[in-house]
């Protein structure tokens, strides 16, 4: 059996482990925590997030901005969390109670998305039928607790609209797996007439073009994720409806 051969099975099987991963780990939707506060003081505030499966429990640090003078400082704070199913989100600013106030929280992802305003009172926004439907949040959406020391806990968050369903699954598994066969079909094509620095010098340059366009899609991943997830100046207004 000729080289080619053998690394066009090993590519094939690299190819096939790289989507049954991908399959397992697109399950659920990456998620962002937005919280637009004002602080009389700067700190590192946490949050803290107890989730199912590979991430388990975890926390995220941001920066709390330095005061200006005796207004505050009100700014949007975004904290990426993972593609996992989360059951508590605890936002604990570690800073003297009284101190730091919230606005808003808002938890969203591409599909749905949940606000909380500085009185608890809770709305949701998703897409139905390519528009997005902005209602008062109703039964199956979660609570929001805050406690007197300032912190913050969201629960009871239901998996609908922070899952993916099984025919995405597949799609992001076949993408990347045919992807990934593809580009390793391109670097090992056979030159055999040429000279081994020939090869080698092809092979570099393909590298080199390889590394670009998966840099150039990553970038472009990151436009659309991001193009998503941060809210925009027409989602600040609150919806009058049932507090939590």
């Avoid at 605890?90 to 003297?96: E, F, G, K, L, V």
């Avoid at 926004?125 to 959406?141: A, M, N």
């Avoid at 992807?179 to 090992?188: A, K, Q, R, V, Y």
Wanted: glycine fraction near 10%; hydrophobic fraction near 45%.
């Amino acid at each position: 059996m000729s080289s080619f051969k053998i690394g066009t099975l090993v590519l094939i099987i690299i190819s096939l482990s790289v989507s049954f991963i991908v399959f397992l780990i697109s399950g659920y939707r990456e998620s962002t925590l937005n919280i637009d506060a004002i602080s009389m003081e700067k700190g590192i505030g946490t949050v803290l997030f107890e989730g199912v499966g590979f991430y388990g429990s975890s926390s995220r640090k941001f920066e709390i901005n330095e005061y200006q003078g005796d207004q505050g400082l009100k700014k949007l704070y975004v904290i990426e969390l993972p593609a996992t199913k989360l059951k508590t989100i605890t936002i604990d600013p570690q800073i003297r109670n009284g101190l730091f106030g919230i606005d808003r929280i808002i938890l969203a992802n591409d599909a749905i998305s949940y606000t909380w305003d500085e009185q608890g009172v809770c709305s949701q926004q998703k897409q139905v039928h390519g528009f997005q439907k902005k209602e008062p949040c109703k039964d199956g959406t979660p609570s929001i607790l805050a406690a007197a020391d300032s912190s913050v806990v969201i629960s009871a968050i239901p998996e609908t609209g922070f899952t993916n369903t099984f025919d995405v699954r597949v799609a992001k598994a076949l993408v990347i797996g045919c992807g990934t066969f593809l580009g390793g079909i391109w670097l090992l094509w056979p030159c055999a007439k040429q000279a081994r620095s020939t090869r080698l010098h092809r092979l570099a340059f393909k590298l080199a073009w390889l590394a670009i366009a998966v840099g150039f899609l990553y970038q472009l991943y990151l436009v659309i994720k991001y193009s998503v997830d941060v809210p925009r100046q027409d989602e600040v207004a609150p919806i009058i409806g049932t507090g939590v």
